[in-house]
């Protein structure tokens, strides 16, 4: 019979004395985060997002910021990715080496590829948007810059997320000694964001927007070169004035000291002129909104505005401008004999006014246009000057919400005219919805009120029909009327059908990334030709001569003036 002999394992006296050393187990390798490799998915779809980076949208854009879009678009494409891939990895497993190499190769080949073809193609989509607007072709070496600019961007942003996810893992590590390793990721993750959001919110966006606020009134108490006191006692600041100079903030000093003179009115009406006035009221000339409309209202009665052929009421822009071509359009048309007003609300730019707090317009808006109407009302009605109403981007929130409605619009004034609305004003959303089938979103047509639109000035020198009393004139191509937040996720009316001559039929659009290129539109806005993004200036001229030209008034005079103020 055979008999098997097993032997025991040692035990721990014998393993010492028989020289055994236990076995190491290796601890479990630390996670390289901010060293990592690229994630394949996170490359794929960043390389994506970089070409789709390139496509056109509404206005040309710089090399350094076309450098930074195509950057920072990439990171988004890149986060994307690499989120889709550790789902993928979670439920899925990770990819075989065999597969990955393949497919890293694959992306090796194909990306240079179509990035060189997607920078050639947007260089010849910006060269067709500059000469579709008028400027000057950008020369073939921004595209180096440009190139440049975009890696550093996806680099700053790419070490700053890999930064965030090194201290959600350290925060993770200190909470799986209490709670399972989910959770504590979980929770890691949840400190991280809060602390992220804390510090975007407290220090960067609350640190932005307090120096906005230094800056501009520095720059508010300024006065712009060539701006002086008026000797007129038919300006506010002038000899005789309610308003003190020093009160008037720096728009408000170059508003009433920028008025044509006489003899420049007189030649260009070929008859007498009359001084215009300009009134106007800073936020340090009286405490409060409504302290200071009254007080625009006591001036015009000094003054005489009340026996002028028109008095214009402007709500201005963020920081109490107002475009100078808009304001001495009026007062050629009517060789002099007019009253300008206007009200200053705050002095910060009309973005920073936009975003933090939009009813300062509105307040402003309605106190100074219901105080001035209520003092031309009670004149007989068949012996009082037109009413003229404008605003200008910010300024037309002001205006349509001091109306509330299309109708109560219409009837507030004689005329209305509104440059570059934008997408919160509740009348223009009211009037684009309802407009008449067929007719575009760009210009819309809305016949149960006198309201005309239209994304090309010179159309207004052909109208048939009644004169409207509200014209609101929206380039085709400015970002302030048609960037919306629902451009994130939905395709805009303004990119479906027929379009607009000045959009490109090169543009396309695309979740997320239209949405964050109008939105970088919005920065060079008002650096393009006239006619063309959030430019008006000699547009209203056709603008006014639609709703109130003075008596005899021709479209050849249209064109004169338009060529005087653009010369």
């Known amino acids: 019979m055979h008999i098997q002999v097993v ?75 690499a989120a889709l891939g550790a789902l993928a990895r979670r439920f899925r497993g990770p990819m075989r080496a065999p597969a990955a190499r ?55 942003l790419l070490g700053i997320a890999r930064l965030l996810r090194l201290a959600t893992h350290g925060c993770a590590l200190m909470f799986r000694r209490v709670v399972p390793v989910p959770a504590a990721y979980c929770a890691g993750t949840l400190v ?60 408000g000093r170059a508003f009433v ?29 009286a405490d ?44 050629y048309m009517y060789a002099g004999d007019s009253a300008l007003v206007s009200l200053q609300y705050s002095y910060l730019p009309s973005f920073f006014a936009f975003m933090g707090d939009r009813s300062e317009v509105a307040d402003a808006a309605a106190a100074l246009i219901g105080a001035v109407r209520a003092r031309w009302a009670a004149m007989p009605a068949d012996n009082r000057p037109r009413l003229l109403l404008l605003g200008e981007s910010l300024g037309t929130y002001g205006m349509e919400m001091t109306f509330g409605t299309p109708e109560a619009l219409v009837d507030g004034a004689d005329g209305a005219l509104l440059l570059g609305p934008t997408f919160a004003n509740p009348a223009h959303r009211a009037l684009t919805e309802g407009r008449a089938p067929g007719s575009p979103i760009w210009d819309p047509h ?13 159309e207004l020198r052909d109208l048939t029909g009644p004169r ?4 609101y004139l929206q380039n085709a191509t400015d970002p302030v009327v048609w960037w919306s937040w629902d451009l994130l996720w939905q395709k805009p009316q303004w990119l479906t059908g027929k379009r607009a001559a000045d959009v490109t039929p090169d543009m396309h659009w695309y979740p997320g990334i239209t949405f964050w290129q109008i939105t970088c539109d919005l920065v060079f806005s008002n650096k393009v030709p006239t006619g063309h993004g959030h430019v008006y200036k000699s547009e209203t001229v056709d603008g006014w001569a639609a709703i109130a030209p003075p008596p005899g008034w021709t479209t050849q005079d249209s064109l004169r003036l338009r060529a005087l103020l653009d010369g």
Not at 446 to 458: G, N, S, T, W
């Open 7 to 81: 032997a025991s394992p040692p035990v721990p006296s014998q393993r010492r004395s028989l020289g055994y050393r236990p076995a190491t187990v290796a601890p479990p390798a630390r996670p390289r985060i901010a060293l990592a490799r690229l994630s394949l998915t996170g490359a794929a779809f960043g390389a994506v997002f970089y070409c789709l980076s390139f496509t056109p949208s509404l206005l040309p854009r710089v090399w350094f910021l076309q450098g930074m879009v195509a950057g920072v678009t990439a990171a988004m494409g890149y986060g994307l990715g």
């Open 102 to 156: 393949i497919a890293w190769a694959v992306l090796a080949i194909t990306v240079p590829v179509l990035v060189a073809v997607f920078l050639w193609l947007g260089t010849r989509w910006q060269q067709d948007l500059r000469i579709r607007l008028g400027m000057e072709p950008a020369p073939d070496y921004d595209i180096a810059r440009t190139v440049g600019v975009s890696l550093l961007t996806f680099l700053v």
């Open 192 to 251: 991280v964001a809060l602390l992220s959001y804390t510090a975007f919110d407290g220090l960067l966006v609350a640190n932005l927007f307090a120096m906005a606020d230094r800056s501009a009134a520095v720059v508010n108490n300024g006065t712009g070169n060539g701006v002086t006191v008026p000797a007129s006692h038919l300006r506010s600041g002038g000899p005789g004035s309610l308003v003190p100079w020093d009160s008037l903030g720096r728009q």
């Open 257 to 285: 000291a920028g008025s044509p003179s006489t003899a420049e009115l007189t030649a260009f009406a070929g008859r007498p002129a009359a001084e215009p006035i300009r009134l106007y009221a800073g936020l340090t000339s």
């Open 288 to 331: 409060t909104v409504e302290e200071r409309a009254r007080l625009v209202v006591r001036e015009m009665d000094r003054t005489g505005a009340f026996s002028r052929s028109v008095i214009a009421v402007f709500t201005p822009t963020g920081t109490g401008w107002v475009d100078y071509k808009v304001t001495r359009s009026l007062e």
């Open 446 to 458: 809305y016949p149960q009120l006198p309201v005309e639109f239209a994304d090309d000035a010179a």
């Open 468 to 471: 409207p009393k509200v014209v």
